[in-house]
C-alpha cells in the first residue's frame, strides 16, 4: 500500500519513548503524525485532518482531557475518534475520558495486539459512519429533489386546471399568471405587518399563490351562451353566472374527500374558489359574507381578479389603463375591498403594471383560442 493511501493517526504524547513505541507498532499499516503537546497536535490537525488520535492524558500546559474537549467542541474535528493511550489506570479517569467523547481507553503498557486490534476497530466504525452518513446526506438530496419535482408538478397541474376553466372565455389568455403574481405580491407585502405575520408564512404564502389560478374552476359548469355573451348579461343569466363560485368549491372539496386529508393549499382553493367574490360591505356573493368574515385569502384573490379584470380588454368594454385601474380599486376601499390590502396594493401598484405589461394579452391570443374552438 502506498503511503498517500494509508490512513493517518496523530500520536500526541510529552514522552518521545512513547510516539516510538507507537511507531513501532503502527507504522507499517498506517501514516503515523506525532506531537509531543496539544500546541503541536493542533498546528498538524490544521494542514492534515487525520482519522484518528492516540492522546495521551497527563501533559503540560493543555492536558489529554482539555484537548479532547475542544476536538469535540470544534465541528471540524468533532467527528475525529480519540483514543486515550495513557498511564491513568483509575476507573474514574477511564469514565471521565469517555464522558467528554473519548472512542477507547487504553491503559499503559501497551499490548501491540490491542493496540492493533483497538485502531482498526474505530478505523471501520469511522468509515461506516462516514459513509452512512454520506449516503443519508444523498437522500435528503433526493428527498429535496422528489419535494421540488412534485411542487413543480403541482404547479402545472393547477395552472393547466386554471387555464382548463379559462379556456372556455377566449378574452381571459394570460389572466391566471397575472392574478397568481399580484396574489403573492399582496400576501408577501401583507405578512410584513406584524398582524398577519403568523397568519402568512412562508408556506402559507406559497400554497395561496399555488391555489390561486383555481379561482375560476367553476367556470366549466357555466354554459357557454351564458359564459361568452359579448353582452351584458340578464338577471337570470347572472344568477347562473355566480353559480361557477359553488361549483369550484364542489369541485375542490371532490379533489379532498379524494386525497383523504386536509392539504393546506386544497384549503386555500376552496376559500379563493368560493369567496372570492365577495365584497368587504357584504355586497357580494354567493354568501354576502362581511369584512373579516371574508377568508383573507380571497379577500386578496378578490383585489387581484378585479384589478386584472380591469386592465384587460373584453368584448363588452376596453382595457382601462392602469391609472383608472388603480382609482377604480382606491374607490373600492372599504365597500367592495378590505382597505388594508387595498393599502397594500397602493403602495406595490407599480410592480402590478409591470406585471401586466409583462404577462399582457396579445390580440392574436384570442384568435389562436377561436381557431382551436
Known amino acids: 500500500m502506498e503511503t498517500q493511501d ?14 516510538e513505541v507507537v511507531k513501532g507498532i ?17 498546528k498538524i490537525i490544521e494542514r492534515r485532518k487525520p482519522n484518528l488520535i492516540l492522546l495521551d492524558i497527563m501533559m503540560p500546559d493543555i492536558d489529554g482531557y482539555q484537548m479532547c474537549e475542544a476536538l469535540k467542541a470544534n465541528p471540524e474535528t468533532s467527528d475525529i475518534p480519540v483514543i486515550f493511550l495513557t498511564a491513568m489506570t483509575n476507573e474514574l479517569d ?16 501497551i499490548s501491540p495486539v490491542i493496540l ?11 468509515a461506516a459512519n462516514l459513509q452512512l452518513a454520506q449516503h443519508n446526506e444523498t437522500l435528503e438530496q433526493k428527498v429535496l429533489e422528489r419535494t421540488q419535482q412534485l411542487s413543480d408538478l403541482q404547479d402545472v397541474v393547477m395552472v393547466a386546471m386554471g387555464a382548463l376553466a379559462e379556456s372556455r372565455d377566449p378574452e381571459t389568455g394570460n389572466h391566471i399568471r397575472r392574478t397568481k403574481k399580484y396574489v403573492e ?11 398577519y405575520a403568523s397568519e402568512l408564512t412562508p408556506d402559507i404564502i406559497t400554497s395561496i399563490a399555488k391555489s390561486a389560478p383555481l379561482h375560476d374552476i367553476g367556470k366549466v359548469g357555466v354554459a357557454d351562451c351564458i359564459l361568452l355573451k359579448p353582452g351584458p348579461l340578464t338577471e337570470e343569466e347572472f344568477e347562473q353566472m355566480k353559480k361557477h363560485a359553488f361549483y369550484g368549491f364542489e369541485a375542490i372539496c371532490a379533489a379532498e374527500a379524494s386525497l383523504g386529508y386536509a392539504d393546506n393549499f386544497l384549503i386555500f382553493a376552496k376559500e379563493i374558489a368560493y369567496c372570492h367574490h365577495e365584497k368587504w360591505d357584504g355586497s357580494g356573493y354567493p354568501q354576502g359574507l362581511r369584512g373579516e368574515d371574508i377568508p383573507l385569502s380571497a379577500r386578496m384573490m378578490a383585489l387581484a381578479d378585479v384589478y386584472d379584470a380591469l386592465i384587460t380588454e373584453r368584448v363588452y368594454k376596453p382595457a382601462f389603463s392602469h ?10 376601499k372599504g365597500s367592495h ?12 401598484a407599480e410592480r402590478f403594471e409591470k406585471i401586466a405589461n409583462r404577462y399582457r394579452d396579445h390580440a392574436n391570443d384570442n384568435e389562436l383560442c377561436k381557431q382551436g374552438e
Not at 492493533?116 to 469511522?126: N, S, Y
Not at 405580491?185 to 398582524?195: G, M, W
Not at 391609472?323 to 373600492?332: L, N, S
Not at 382597505?339 to 397594500?344: E, G, N, T
Open 185 to 195: 405580491i399582496l400576501a408577501r407585502e401583507l405578512a410584513k405587518n406584524e398582524r
Open 337 to 348: 375591498f378590505d382597505p388594508i390590502l387595498v393599502d397594500v396594493f397602493l403602495a406595490n
Open 323 to 332: 391609472e383608472k385601474a388603480t382609482a377604480i380599486i382606491v374607490e373600492g
Open 94 to 109: 477511564e469514565t471521565r475520558g469517555l464522558e467528554i467523547g473519548a472512542v477507547d481507553y487504553i491503559t499503559k503498557p
Open 6 to 19: 494509508k490512513q493517518v493517526i496523530l500520536a500526541v504524547d510529552d514522552t518521545p519513548t512513547n510516539l
Open 116 to 126: 492493533k486490534q483497538r485502531v482498526r476497530t474505530h478505523l471501520k466504525l469511522q
Open 26 to 42: 503502527l507504522g507499517d499499516d498506517y501514516t503515523l503524525q506525532v506531537a509531543v503537546n496539544a500546541k503541536i497536535a493542533f
